[in-house]
């Protein structure tokens, strides 16, 4: 994994929502640079720190999603990723700007503070937008390795977590975190196996594991670079075990802190193509 510290004003933004892991129960201390560990907080406190991690008050992004089948063959597609916070809510709206059989295409997704999210897909071949319900939230973002789950944050308290040990991605030590969503939480996973990143608490390596426990999916930081004082994945992928297809992030051109309109993350401002 390529890790880059440096600040910069032409290159910005935290990736697609995607994949904040959450985890609790024991813990352990973080020390990136020796590896040592000392047991001073809890799993939950550390599962807050993670849910919680500095992203900016808001961000827009141009990035790429590669989709890579077994074969090898790539499809690339363009689009511009808008969030804002709204106290310890997140709204975001994703908008496809090429090729021409996705444009106009956008997501958009917007916290409740009673849990849960609300998200709607609009269509611009049917002018209309739907809303993605429960039951479809297993179902592939146009048609990549994430599901509609895997867009949105699962709040701390739907799962019970634990920190099993930990392990090493490339020279950066991580806890090793499980994740298991609760009985009463809607998910298509039995289990999240995660490598968090200590003292950024970025996940940089995620498995996921069906209802039956098989690992049917990995997602992987690629590339982690610090823009504006804030750790960003510039890069990532997902990759479905089974079907042996990946999808690829890659941010092309990001920034922090712009004051975004209010009125961008709007169900009138997503079907305004």
Not at 122 to 143: D, G
Request: net charge positive; glycine share 4%; charged share 30%.
């Amino acid at each position: 994994m390529i890790i880059n510290n440096f600040n910069s004003k032409n290159k910005l933004m935290v990736l697609i929502s995607i994949i904040f892991i959450c985890i609790s129960s024991t813990a352990f201390s973080a020390d990136t640079s020796s590896g040592s560990s000392n047991i001073l907080m809890s799993g939950e406190e550390l599962a807050r720190k993670v849910y919680d991690r500095e992203n900016g008050d808001d961000s827009t992004a141009h990035m790429i999603m590669k989709l890579v089948n077994k074969r090898g063959h790539e499809r690339i597609r363009d689009f511009t990723s808008y969030a804002k916070d709204h106290g310890p809510l997140i709204k975001q709206l994703i908008r496809f700007t090429s090729p021409a059989d996705i444009e106009g295409t956008g997501f958009l997704s917007i916290e409740k503070s009673e849990g849960g999210t609300n998200q709607f897909l609009y269509l611009p071949a049917l002018r209309r937008t739907r809303r993605i319900v429960s039951s479809q939230k297993s179902h592939r973002f146009v048609n990549s390795d994430f599901t509609y789950e895997d867009m949105e944050r699962m709040p701390v308290e739907d799962s019970e977590h634990k920190i099993t040990g930990e392990n090493k991605i490339g020279d950066i030590n991580c806890y090793v975190l499980e994740s298991r969503p609760k009985e009463k939480t809607d998910s298509q996973y039995s289990l999240l196996k995660s490598f968090i990143a200590k003292n950024i608490y970025i996940a940089l390596s995620t498995e996921y594991y069906d209802k039956k426990g098989r690992l049917i999916k990995k997602y992987r930081t690629i590339k982690l670079e610090k823009i504006q004082n804030i750790w960003t994945e510039t890069e990532v992928f997902m990759e479905n075990l089974k079907k042996k297809h990946k999808t690829i992030l890659k941010i092309n051109n990001i920034v922090y802190d712009t004051d975004l309109d209010d009125n961008i993350f709007s169900r009138q401002n997503l079907a305004n193509w």
